[in-house]
């Protein structure tokens, strides 16, 4: 089958489209511009033509994907912005919720052989920041924490709920516009929930400055040693190896029971002080903060139940030791550490 991935140059969509292409699909990957494109054709060129490229400029004009989605059997949406530095929520907001909805509009209209739709949510779009602990998160949970916080707040809400209200918006808009037009398409949708994405890359990125969010703050907080006390201590998170959610999306595609679904795909918690306790394992010279920390003895106040994963999916998920070596080893091959 041919398999649709939008934002086909981003962290996570690169992953996915290797083991696509491994597993034997043909992909048509959308990107912003032509340029994008030519880091994608030499990484995949072995492929030859299972690899089609294409530009959707603006993911939020109305049709925008009527042309991408022409002969596909299923879509992986993944496109949508993540970073910290936006003012006004509608930065975020505003490609999230209608890249969202315009290609579930464009399936419906031109895409008559699509049987699935993956959208590449987030845990972002369940987690509550209010929430009294301990707590553990399940599919259930919604985060209408952060879309109150930014409609009340606007500009002045923190960045974490901007870009988590943007994910949550988007990922009910999936579910509404799904309910809405269920009777008159053949596809059904799974959305797929990870906390932070940690591990090495294979995306175009010209710096350690240039990197994307998630492996950006993994680089400066563990390898280093650019954390604050606060986030030392105080901050506990979960998080999911790139390579496994990446195959969490193959995986959503060839399990029928997966359908209709939300699905939280997630490895561990975590504090940053775990990671730079393996890193430092494997290379002395990443700074230690806290010599005496023992991952044995750690509590956490917040998780995820992952038995629905488990059930519908069945990742074998890494670890904190494998994901800092191979990512380190990523570093290190490039000169970057
Ligand atoms: P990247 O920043 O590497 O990828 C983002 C992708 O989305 C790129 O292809 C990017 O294109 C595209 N994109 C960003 N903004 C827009 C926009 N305004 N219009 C069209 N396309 C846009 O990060 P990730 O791979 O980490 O993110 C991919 C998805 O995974 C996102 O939906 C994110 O919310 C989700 N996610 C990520 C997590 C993480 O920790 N990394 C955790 C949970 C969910 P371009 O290169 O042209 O900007």
Do not use: M
């Amino acid at each position: 089958g041919k398999v649709l991935v939008s934002g086909a140059n981003g962290y996570i969509a690169v992953w996915i489209v290797k083991f696509l292409l491994e597993q034997g699909f043909s992909v048509r990957g959308t990107v912003r511009s032509e340029a994008k494109t030519t880091h994608l054709k030499e990484l995949f060129k072995s492929y030859g033509d299972k690899l089609e490229l294409v530009v959707v400029e603006d993911i939020t004009k109305d049709g925008a994907f009527d042309q991408a989605v022409e002969g596909v059997d299923a879509i992986l949406h993944t496109a949508s912005p993540f970073h910290f530095n936006a003012n006004d929520p509608s930065e975020l907001i505003a490609p999230a919720v209608a890249g969202t909805g315009s290609i579930l509009q464009s399936a419906r209209k031109f895409g008559p052989n699509v049987k699935r739709i993956v959208v590449l949510s987030s845990c972002a779009s369940i987690v509550e920041s209010n929430r009294p602990l301990p707590v553990t998160f399940s599919e259930e949970d919604w985060n209408n924490y952060s879309i109150n916080e930014v409609e009340t707040k606007g500009d002045k809400s923190t960045a974490p709920d901007k870009y988590r209200a943007s994910k949550t918006l988007a990922e009910k808009a999936a579910w509404r516009y799904y309910e809405l037009h269920k009777s008159e398409v053949k596809w059904d949708l799974v959305c797929l929930n990870p906390p932070f994405v940690f591990g090495p890359f294979l995306h175009e990125v010209a710096s350690p400055e240039a990197l994307n969010t998630s492996a950006k703050d993994w680089y400066n907080s563990v390898l280093k040693g650019n954390i604050t006390p606060q986030n030392l201590k105080a901050f506990q998170g979960s998080w999911v190896d790139v390579r496994d959610i990446a195959f969490a999306h193959v995986l959503a595609l060839q399990k029928q029971e997966a359908g209709d679904n939300r699905i939280i795909v997630c490895a561990d918690p975590f504090r940053w002080q775990d990671f730079i306790y393996e890193a430092h394992k494997i290379a002395p010279e990443v700074p230690n903060p806290e010599p005496s920390y023992d991952p044995a003895t750690t509590d956490w106040p917040s998780k995820y139940d992952v038995s629905k994963e488990a059930k519908l999916l069945g990742i074998k998920y890494k670890t904190r030791a494998e994901t800092a070596k191979d990512t380190i080893d990523d570093f290190k091959k490039r000169g970057w550490f």
